[in-house]
């Protein structure tokens, strides 16, 4: 009889506790859940990427680039040397280092990572077909542990507003022109292999296609691929589908 | 369950940017961000010099001041060019631009060609790796800078959507010699403030010149001791005719949009008033009846209003009417002194001189009073007179003791500068595109 109730008190402490922790996931979760379905490919092969950035950079101070500028289709950009370091260490150091440096429980992440992807307007679509990743993680739980944390606070956040830093800096908006900070855009492109644009960067202009319309989407396609190598997105970002929204009302305000 | 939740959320929290769009296929990308600042900044572009020999490093020359001048661009310097020999046949070797950052590039080749001038040009956009423009234009040899205004007008239509204004010339009254000894006269130059011409008019002191629509004629007032007259002036054939003979001071005249009409005020015993004058059968309506100073008539675009200055309230204040005069009302209520108002060619705005703690200045306001933007401020700027987009506005300012000069400052009032002549000037009027 007593054993009973030890045992029903026991479960009824249990489920008070299992109710409280799901709440708390509940409340700021959300992206790190997404994210760490792509962790496990950010920490496997930080060394793939090197030669890919350094083939990038050699091109750009050789003022002979002529040639090699011109026949490749995926359009190897010269980036502008001074701001950017080599976009290897950035992806691979962050990975493994914010885990140790971040040992708070997995909630903090979580809240802080909720306003930040809204303040920075930085969000990750969960596609159906990357989160079966998290049951994979069965072999890698070590990985997961320490990945979690550190992609769920860090790492992807800070590629993506590496991102937006790159782009915020290429993108000369036309502000003094009538109609030109009324003008929103939505540019799309492809990453590929070393943060590269491959295939071509598509924009929709949100109203009417005005002339000044039509002048600032050409200034946002151009802003993308001056930006590009991005060289801040980690390897399991190649591939993926990345849609811009440049705001001018914003922007010229 | 949680986890459900959590990517439910994810996904609304994605989709927000998209909804915001209102893009019908933004939820097919991965990743979604929204860029709210930028690097706003006249545009970096590359003018090398057109092949052709001296005319075509004229020509590039032209173009490169005139999209400096419009505040929009930034002309690179030459010296840090990469690739030279630029053929217009082929495409540029975009890596050694992208090096020097410059946005946009414009090349061209420049031939005489049968006693014909033969301009080509290609636009590209350097990171795109794409042309934007390319096209030929034919002329006489000594007409080269005409071409090169062209061209300006073509390059800043396409890299900001708006309509150029350097193909254009401008109609002013030119002043030279000292006090006591100061001449004036009509005169007339290109947007840039070469090959000025003056125009005999006549012996009285003109004033206020004004373009048709067309740009064909203008029409002015020619002040003399006996009185004053307004003329309309052929440009073409330098035929000159008044509109007639009217009781009292004629002044302020304007051309309606469709160039059928002529407003303007007549002054008769301390009282003015706004006439406008129907140029095919010389039938003349009077708009105003208030016993104030009613003048300086500007019609809107679409010609169903007119602003005008009176001050029927105790002080110079701008009004707005209907073109047949009706529903007078008073759209200036901010304090100081309202002139000369004119409507601009997109009807977005009215600039005006305003007189207000000492000084004068140039701004627009909206046709409703709204929105007023204070661009300038001296000791004397007076005059505005629009460019054919709506974007940049010329003024004449004059220094305490000093002559007056023509200025330009566009409507952000970031671009002020004065008009590359060297002359002195006054009562600036701004043609239309030429065809």
């Known amino acids: 009889m007593l054993g009973s109730v030890l045992l029903h008190a026991t479960v009824a402490v249990l489920l008070l506790v299992s109710w409280n922790f799901t709440r708390d996931l509940k409340v700021g979760s959300v992206?790190?859940?997404?994210?760490?379905?792509?962790?496990?490919?950010?920490?496997?092969?930080?060394?793939?990427?090197?030669?890919?950035?350094?083939?990038?950079?050699?091109?750009?101070?050789?003022?002979?680039?002529?040639?090699?500028?011109?026949?490749?289709?995926?359009?190897?950009?010269?980036?502008?040397?001074p701001p950017k370091p080599a976009p290897t260490p950035k992806v691979v150091k962050p990975i493994p280092t914010p885990a140790?440096?971040?040992?708070?429980?997995?909630?903090?992440?979580?809240?802080s990572l909720d306003l930040d992807a809204l303040s920075a307007s930085i969000s990750k679509l969960a596609r159906p077909a990357k989160p079966s990743s998290a049951p994979k993680g069965a072999a890698r739980a070590e990985t997961a542990t320490q990945a979690r944390p550190a992609l769920g606070t860090g790492v992807a956040s800070a590629a993506m507003s590496g991102l937006v830093d790159d782009l915020q800096r290429r993108w000369n908006p036309n502000c003094n022109v009538e109609g030109g900070r009324d003008v929103q855009l939505r540019v799309t492109f492809t990453i590929g292999a070393g943060g590269q644009v491959v295939g071509d960067v598509a924009a929709q202009i949100k109203g009417p296609t005005t002339p000044v319309a039509r002048s600032a989407s050409d200034r946002a396609v151009s802003a993308v691929y001056a930006a590009a190598p991005f060289r801040t997105l980690p390897r399991e970002f190649y591939g993926e589908k990345i849609a811009v929204n440049f705001n001018a009302r914003e922007a010229c305000s | 369950m949680t986890i459900l939740s959590k990517r439910t959320l994810l996904a609304a929290l994605a989709a927000l940017p998209a909804a915001a769009f209102g893009v019908p296929g933004a939820a097919r990308a991965d990743i979604e961000v929204n860029v709210n600042r930028g690097d706003v900044q006249p545009l970096p572009i590359a003018l090398p010099a057109f092949g052709g020999g001296q005319v075509g490093a004229d020509i590039a020359g032209v173009i490169s001041a005139n999209l400096q001048r419009s505040g929009l661009f930034r002309p690179l310097d030459p010296a840090s060019f990469v690739e030279r020999d630029l053929n217009t046949a082929v495409q540029p070797r975009f890596a050694a631009w992208q090096q020097i950052n410059a946005q946009a590039l414009v090349n061209g080749q420049a031939s005489v060609v049968g006693g014909r001038l033969q301009?080509?040009?290609?636009?590209?956009?350097?990171?795109?790796?794409?042309q934007l423009l390319g096209l030929q234009f034919a002329s006489s040899p000594e007409n080269w800078r005409r071409v090169a205004h062209k061209i300006s007008d073509a390059v800043y239509e396409r890299l900001t959507g708006e309509k150029g204004y350097f193909d254009t010339r401008i109609a002013f009254v030119a002043e030279s010699g000292g006090r006591g000894k100061k001449t004036k006269q009509l005169a007339i130059m290109d947007q840039d403030g070469a090959n000025p011409s003056y125009i005999p008019v006549g012996d009285g002191e003109i004033m206020t010149p004004r373009y048709s629509p067309t740009g064909q004629e203008i029409t002015y007032m020619e002040l003399r001791p006996e009185g004053s007259k307004i003329y309309l002036l052929n440009l073409d054939t330098t035929r000159r005719e008044t509109l007639g003979d009217f009781k009292g001071m004629v002044f302020a005249p304007r051309f309606s949009p469709d160039g059928g009409k002529v407003a303007f005020s007549v002054e008769r015993g301390g009282n003015s008033d706004i006439f406008v004058m129907d140029l095919k059968s010389h039938a003349t309506t009077r708009l105003t009846t208030d016993p104030a100073i009613d003048t300086?008539?500007?019609?809107?675009?679409?010609?169903t209003r007119i602003a005008f200055n009176s001050d029927r309230s105790g002080s110079p204040e701008i009004y707005i009417m209907g073109a047949d005069g009706s529903n007078p009302r008073r759209i200036t209520f901010a304090g100081g002194r309202y002139t000369t108002?004119?409507?601009?060619?997109?009807g977005e705005f009215i600039a005006f001189?305003?007189?207000?703690?000492?000084?004068?200045?140039?701004g627009i306001m909206r046709p409703d009073g709204t929105d007023e933007r204070i661009l300038t401020s001296s000791y004397l700027d007076e005059g505005p007179a629009w460019a054919p987009n709506g974007r940049v506005l010329l003024f004449s300012r004059q220094g305490a003791g000093g002559g007056a000069k023509l200025w330009s400052v566009d409507i952000t009032g970031r671009v002020l500068q004065p008009l590359p002549y060297p002359g002195g000037g006054t009562d600036p009027a701004w043609s239309p595109l030429l065809n």
Request: glycine share 4%; proline share 24%; hydrophobic share 30%.
């Open chain 1, 31 to 81: 992206v790190p859940v997404t994210i760490v379905s792509q962790a496990p490919d950010t920490d496997v092969r930080p060394a793939e990427q090197a030669p890919v950035e350094q083939t990038a950079q050699t091109e750009a101070p050789v003022p002979e680039a002529p040639p090699q500028a011109e026949p490749p289709v995926p359009k190897p950009k010269p980036t502008p040397p």
């Open chain 1, 100 to 111: 140790p440096a971040k040992p708070a429980p997995p909630a903090k992440p979580e809240k």
């Open chain 2, 119 to 130: 301009v080509d040009f290609r636009l590209w956009d350097v990171f795109a790796e794409k």
């Open chain 2, 296 to 303: 300086s008539p500007s019609f809107s675009p679409d010609g």
């Open chain 2, 341 to 346: 108002p004119v409507w601009s060619p997109t």
């Open chain 2, 353 to 362: 001189t305003k007189q207000t703690g000492g000084e004068f200045h140039i």
